[in-house]
Nanobody, 124 residues
């Protein structure tokens, strides 16, 4: 059974940076695409970023484009979300998710395994 564990969240001032990690168990991590989603208080969960199994393809939500970067280290079974120039509206619980298909996807239904989430709070 695949387990995904997010880490790296915390409290940061607006304009600051954080790097989230998504560590996965299992030996077949390298064949899966991975996505990041977030859910702010009172709002629905939304897509943030996704990366293909090889790392060669990725996509970002318009709201984070130019500020966030996504990468993966398949040798470490880990995907990273580098978040720069953080804004108050980036405050949310961030989740990573695994997609059995190796290609990128932006919808929740395309992912079959989820982590528990990590809180990111951006203060003024």
């Amino acid at each position: 059974q695949v387990q995904l564990v997010e880490s790296g969240g915390g409290l940061v001032q607006a304009g600051g940076s954080l790097r989230l990690s998504c560590a996965a168990s299992g030996r077949t991590f390298s064949i899966y695409a991975v996505g990041w989603f977030r859910q702010a208080p009172g709002k629905e969960r939304e897509f943030v970023a996704t990366i293909s199994y090889s790392g060669g393809s990725f996509r970002f939500a318009d709201s984070v484009k130019g500020r966030f970067a996504i990468s993966r280290d398949n040798a470490k079974n880990t995907v990273y979300l580098q978040m720069n120039s953080l804004k108050l509206e980036d405050t949310a619980v961030y989740y990573c998710a695994r997609r059995i298909g190796g290609d990128i996807a932006t919808t929740e239904g395309a992912y079959d395994a989820w982590g528990q989430g990590t809180q990111v709070t951006v203060s003024s």
